[in-house]
């Protein structure tokens, strides 16, 4: 039913779905370029199209009232961002509790332009073990899906490489907002 109302909801809003479903069990999947709500809306829909169930970390306060259920429902883990560490600890928990999880990081971690992303998506995937999916959405061509995987190495710099090669061409719903690829960890 999922697949088949993702499927009608995209060919509505004039969407094509681009790549191949990863063959990895469980893994970190990159959610870029991240630059309003509605990425969530074609994250998820592009997602269940291709069958794939994803789950997504957001802001505790949006779990509280009539709609956290739906949140969970939707695949949400809810997180209080207030609390120091312990982040990246939690999810690799998670991996080793659900090894089929695919947990969806938008690393730039806000719609607004930010001149670094966050590297919690690659330290995730590095303490649990898993792969980086690259998913994304394409406004500019209107097309979303599923790009390589990449298992982190110890050269952040050539990881990321191959990360900023492969996001070179995708745009945003607000371009402008887009900032550079790159981790702190890189200067």
């Known amino acids: 039913m999922k697949i088949r109302f993702a499927k009608w909801f995209l060919r509505m809003t004039g969407w094509k779905q681009e790549g191949e479903i990863p063959a990895a069990r469980g893994y970190v999947l990159i959610a870029a370029p991240h630059t309003s709500n509605w990425d969530l809306i074609y994250l998820l829909a592009h997602a269940w199209a291709f069958g794939v169930k994803v789950s997504w970390m957001g ?5 509280g009232g009539p709609a956290g259920p739906l949140m969970r429902a939707l695949g949400g883990i809810p997180v209080r961002r207030d609390r120091a560490g312990g982040l990246v ?3 690799a928990e998670a991996f080793e509790k659900n090894p089929s999880l695919v947990l969806t990081v938008p690393p730039e971690g806000t719609r607004g332009y930010v001149p670094y992303w966050k590297s919690g998506f690659y ?3 590095k303490a649990a073990g898993v792969p980086i999916v690259m998913s994304f959405l394409d406004y500019g061509r ?3 899906g599923f790009g390589p995987a990449l298992v982190p190495t110890d050269d952040v710099r ?3 490489d191959e990360i900023r090669a492969f996001y070179s061409d ?3 719903l607000y ?3 887009v900032g550079e690829i790159r981790l702190k960890e890189e200067t």
């Open 59 to 63: 802001k505790h306060q949006i779990f």
């Open 142 to 144: 209107r097309v979303g």
């Open 170 to 172: 995708k745009e945003g």
């Open 175 to 177: 371009p402008d907002d």
């Open 89 to 91: 600890g939690q999810m």
């Open 123 to 125: 330290q995730i995937a």
């Open 158 to 160: 050539a990881d990321m």
